[in-house]
C-alpha cells in the first residue's frame, strides 16, 4: 500500500516542478506606463498639497510650467546670447542632479532661438522671464525622453548615459530652470 501513494505522489511533485520550469515569459509581470491621466491625477494632487498653483498643464508639451522667479535683468529676445542652470528633483525632494551653467550650444555661444527646436518648452518660458529669472516644470513620467532636457521616469528605472542620475519607475520630476545670463548679440 505505502509503494501505491509514493507513486501519485511523485508524479504530482514531477508534474509541479516542470511546470515551474516551463514558466512563460507571458507570467511575468509587464512594465505599464501610467497614463497621462493617471500621471495629472498625481501632479494635481502634489501641486495643491503644496501651494504651487502658479503651475499650469501645457497641453501642447504634456508638462506643468509656471515661473518662480521674474528676475532683474534683461528679458531675452530670440538672436541673444544666454546661460542657464537647471536642478533635477523627485516629488519627495530627492535631488537626482544638477547641471553646470549651460552656455554654449555645439561650438558656438548659445542663443535663446537655439531652444526654439531641441527645447521649446525652455524657449518659450525665457521669453517671459528676466536674467536671474527661474522657472518651474513639472514632467509626468509617461513624458520619458520627449526631449533631450525634460522628460519622466517611465515605467522601469533610468539611468543617464554617463551614469550619474537615477530616476526610479513612475518617477515625476521636477526641475528648477535659472537664466543666468542674457546678453543682447551685437
Known amino acids: ?5 509514493w507513486i501519485p505522489a511523485a508524479a504530482v511533485v514531477t508534474a509541479l516542478v516542470l511546470t515551474a520550469c516551463f514558466k512563460n515569459d507571458d507570467d511575468v509581470a509587464q512594465c505599464t506606463p501610467n497614463t497621462l491621466a493617471q500621471d495629472q491625477h498625481v501632479i494635481d494632487s502634489f501641486i ?3 501651494g504651487y498653483d502658479y503651475l499650469t498643464y501645457n497641453s501642447t508639451y504634456y508638462v506643468y510650467t509656471g515661473v518662480t522667479g ?3 535683468g534683461s528679458t531675452p529676445k530670440a538672436d541673444s546670447l544666454i546661460a542657464f542652470k ?3 528633483r523627485l516629488m519627495n525632494g530627492t535631488t537626482l542632479g544638477t547641471s553646470d551653467t549651460i552656455s554654449t550650444y555645439g561650438s558656438q555661444p548659445l542663443r535663446l532661438s537655439d531652444l526654439q527646436s531641441t527645447e521649446p518648452i525652455l524657449y518659450n518660458a525665457f521669453q517671459g522671464i528676466g536674467e536671474s529669472g527661474s522657472i518651474r516644470v513639472i514632467a509626468p513620467s509617461s513624458l520619458y525622453s ?11 528605472q533610468q539611468t543617464s548615459a554617463d551614469g550619474t542620475i537615477v ?10 530652470f535659472t537664466l543666468t545670463k542674457v546678453e543682447e548679440n551685437n
Open 1 to 5: 500500500m505505502k509503494k501505491k501513494l
Open 48 to 50: 495643491n498639497e503644496n
Open 70 to 72: 521674474a528676475g532683474t
Open 86 to 88: 537647471y536642478s533635477i
Open 146 to 156: 520627449y526631449t533631450s532636457l525634460i522628460y519622466g521616469g517611465g515605467c522601469k
Open 167 to 176: 530616476i526610479p519607475a513612475y518617477s515625476q520630476l521636477i526641475y528648477d
